[in-house]
């Protein structure tokens, strides 16, 4: 097994290894503080990425229940005219339940 150390930018650290049979690999070679600093900054994305995600889904939420809030109140405003509920009741309903993004 012949090991050649690739020492270029993103790569350091990891090394190719060519088997007997001519295939290769590339196999990452850390020590424990070198793993453990790359663990926690994987670990600090992962959960800045789940925190956003679950507060894009807060304010679409809230955004529904306010479109429900004003599709309730606008007939009673309007006098009795009905129309904008139309649209702003399933539109709020939808945002509400929905688990995809739908916001931008």
Known sequence: ????II???????KVLVTYSNGSRA????????EWLKEYNRRETR??????TEHLYYIKQRLS????????IAMPFILDGDATFSLCALPL???LLL???KVMI
Request: proline content about 0%.
């Open 64 to 71: 529904g229940a306010i479109m429900v809030a004003i599709g």
């Open 7 to 13: 020492l270029n930018g993103s790569e350091v650290g």
């Open 98 to 100: 929905t688990k995809e």
């Open 46 to 51: 992962r959960r800045i990425r789940q925190r």
């Open 26 to 33: 590339i196999e990452t070679v850390y020590t424990y503080e």
């Open 1 to 4: 097994m012949e090991q050649d």
């Open 92 to 94: 709020g309903i939808f």
